[in-house]
């Protein structure tokens, strides 16, 4: 009884930990077309902060970069870039992680 509740016991712990480990937290760096006005940034955290999964968001103004880290198997990567770009009207570019974009946040800007 023992030797069989032991097997059980093994099993249903390799199980969640297969489940739990199968999803991966990711960060990804976006650089979006434009950042310089000053709604921007905040705005776009906050419709990618809504995304079950997305655990956090910096927005690096200087940089023209965004960083996002989520849990792939709730939310992918082109889901974030083309939530941001439909309600916004922004392309977004995938670069490097922490990587910038060259050129100034305000020069971005239409205003």
Not at 8 to 24: D, N
Not at 48 to 54: I, K, L, R, T
């Amino acid at each position: 009884m023992d030797l069989a509740y032991a097997l059980c016991s093994a099993y249903t712990l390799s199980v969640l930990l297969t489940v739990h480990f199968s999803s991966m937290i990711r960060t990804i760096t976006l650089h979006p077309s434009r950042i310089g006005c000053p709604s921007i940034p905040g705005t776009m955290k906050g419709i990618v902060m809504s995304f079950p999964g997305v655990s956090d968001v910096k927005i690096r103004y200087e940089d023209r970069s965004i960083d996002v880290v989520f849990d792939d198997e709730r939310v992918s990567k082109e889901k974030i870039k083309e939530t941001i770009g439909s309600e916004m009207g922004l392309a977004m570019v995938e670069g490097e992680p922490g990587a910038k974009r060259e050129g100034g946040a305000a020069e971005t800007c239409p205003m």
